[in-house]
């Protein structure tokens, strides 16, 4: 066990940049994606990071690897914007202003990617992730990155949090709403370059998703969701780079592929609310309760017993 | 407090709105004095959402003049509690019903200010008056719809301002949670503070409310329940729309 989980880690130094960069890029892309899931916004995060291409392209070219992250931010910034306004403004639907605003972008920055071609920028990194090719320096800039996301939805949790729940409410209460708007793009902008090296800008969007719908399946609660999310997220990035580096598969898709495989098995096996699972209680307690009654069989009263069972599932999920 | 009894809580002076580009409000003109309980009636379309939306600073008039506790609309929201239409709010949202009635403390606490003791206080006490503290716990998705609607007029008690707006709270709500939402009116008056509340239930307004404005674009009424219900007045606001009207000169919206 120790050969498959330490060696590695002790004979490589890309493994140990590589795990430090899963585990922050897990964590911060997870805690985003809790609020992404609960305000129904899943497919922002898609707008966004394709958009960042052409921020991360124009930062490069003006100030190298420190401008990638502030020029990420403004295109991000100047997408989220130009969704709201085409969205306010037209009669387009907001999933269609998204598209019609990010793929524009995200076509302009292949466009000046394949006329540059600048030496620092790989594409298929940039898209797709390599993890282990992370270096020191890219996981200061993931970190620096990460944290700033962390930090800010932390401190104002409570401000996010009526903000998704009631958009309305929270503008009754002074808060500007359209401020939180940007600033959220910001952060997603911040995280997605954050997960640039290790995902890349496609598959980061499951990142932005799976953690958050993972822990939406079970959890009440939106911190405790956000906690859920951020071990479902940390936990797939330690398991997808294991994975990527025993089976040799690319380190993007490896991380993803272990997140939708955590989707998966809580949709499953969910204490209250999974597939088998209910099934699981559904049928002890029809079982349980012919055996105790004793007489009506399915076969002579099948919608008595199963109208019966319901109702005892429900009484039973209301005391857990 | 920041309203006495003689300045007006609420004035308009020729009140003017758009919704989006429809005409939703003209030249509506009226003043609220603390302590009243306000009833909003109606047809549907009757700018009753654009008023509330003007009081709370949400939309620009286009002409004419809000001033609200003394101030424009604006400056006062902080002061400004409110209850939104429940179908307009998520209600599978990740939160238990002692999260959602905090919710109503924000504006006390701040974008990044911690819970105080007051705060908690003023939680707990606002899920007792409506009889919800023994749900504390449980989460918003599981309620009923009157606990749901307790809970969210629990939220707006709990930002303890001396104005209080509440859009449609009588709408798809049980008997006991309409008994509720009387009383909370009723103390609310004795404790001097103001509450607009938009209704479609006629037949209630005269036990409900203590000044009535009939609203369909123009002020067609403003007034004391009894005169706001006279069937010439009604017939007037809601021109076109079916109305049953007993032998008490009573009326019901069909």
Redesign the interface.
């Known amino acids: 066990m120790s050969d498959l989980v330490l060696a590695p880690l002790v004979d490589y130094g890309f493994m140990r940049t590589g795990l430090l960069a899963a585990l922050i890029v897990g964590g911060c892309c997870a805690l985003l994606s809790c609020l992404l899931v ?1 305000r ?1 916004r899943s497919l922002l995060g898609d707008a966004v990071s394709h958009s960042v291409l052409l921020g991360v392209v124009i930062g490069y070219l003006v100030g190298g690897e420190f401008g990638i992250l502030p020029g990420a931010m403004l295109v991000a910034a100047v997408s989220g914007a130009a969704i709201s306004f085409v969205a306010r403004r037209t009669p387009l639907e907001a999933e269609t202003a998204m598209g019609v605003v990010f793929t524009p972008l995200f076509a302009l920055g292949l466009a000046i990617i394949s006329v540059v071609q600048p030496r620092g920028i790989d594409l298929f990194h940039v898209l797709f992730g390599n993890v282990l090719g992370v270096s020191p320096s890219d996981v200061w800039l993931t970190g620096v990155a990460a944290g700033l996301v962390v930090a800010v939805v932390l ?2 949790f ?2 996010f ?2 903000w ?3 958009p ?8 500007r709403t359209g401020a939180m708007d940007h600033l959220f793009t910001a952060l997603l902008s911040a995280a997605i370059v954050a997960a640039l090296k290790t995902v890349g800008l496609v598959l980061v969007v499951a990142m932005l998703i799976l953690p958050g719908a993972t822990a ?1 399946l079970v ?4 911190a ?2 956000m906690a859920l999310a951020v071990a479902v997220g940390m936990g797939s990035g330690v398991v997808g780079l294991y994975g990527s580096y025993h089976l040799d598969v690319a380190s993007g898709p490896a991380i993803v592929l272990a997140a939708s495989g955590a989707f998966v098995v809580v949709l499953l096996l969910a204490p209250r609310s999974g597939l088998l699972t209910g099934r699981w209680t559904h049928w002890r307690l029809r079982t349980h309760r012919n055996g105790a009654v004793g007489g009506t069989s399915p076969t002579t009263d099948p919608l008595g017993t199963d109208q019966v069972s319901d109702a005892t599932i429900r009484a039973s999920s ?1 005391h857990t | 407090m920041i309203s006495d009894a003689l300045t007006p809580v609420i004035r308009t002076q020729g009140l003017t709105a758009h919704y989006r580009s429809l005409l939703a409000l003209e030249d509506v003109t009226f003043t609220v004095r603390p302590g009243m309980r306000v009833g909003v009636i109606g047809p549907n379309g009757a700018g009753k959402s654009t008023m509330l939306r003007c009081l709370m600073g949400l939309i620009q008039p286009t002409r004419g003049e809000v001033e609200v506790l003394g101030r424009t609309p604006r400056r006062a929201r902080r002061h400004v509690g409110f209850l939104p239409q429940r179908q307009e709010v998520d209600l599978t949202f990740p939160a238990r019903v002692r999260d959602v009635v905090g919710m109503g403390r924000y504006p006390h606490r701040g974008p990044i200010g911690r819970t105080r003791p007051d705060d908690r206080d003023a939680v707990e006490r606002a899920m007792a008056h409506v009889a919800i503290d023994h749900l504390a716990s449980t989460p918003l998705s599981e309620l009923s719809g009157g606990q749901q609607q307790r809970t969210f007029l629990a939220r707006a008690l709990a930002q303890d301002t001396d104005l209080l707006i509440m859009d449609e709270p009588y709408a798809n709500v049980d008997a006991t949670t309409c008994a509720m939402i009387d009383r909370v009116l009723i103390s609310l008056r004795s404790a001097g503070r103001t509450a607009v509340v938009v209704d479609h239930q006629l037949d209630r307004v005269q036990e409900r409310y203590d000044q009535v404005l009939v609203l369909n674009t123009v002020l067609h009424h403003d007034g004391t329940p009894d005169t706001a219900t006279e069937a010439s007045v009604l017939k007037r606001a809601y021109a076109g729309s079916a109305l049953i009207i007993d032998g008490d000169q009573r009326v019901m919206p069909a």
């Not at chain 1, 309305?168 to 808060?175: E, I, Q, R, S």
């Open positions: 609960v129904g401190v104002g409570r401000a949090e009526l998704s729940f009631d309305v409410l929270a503008a009754c209460m002074g808060m939406a959890c009440r609660r939106l405790t969701m209301e």
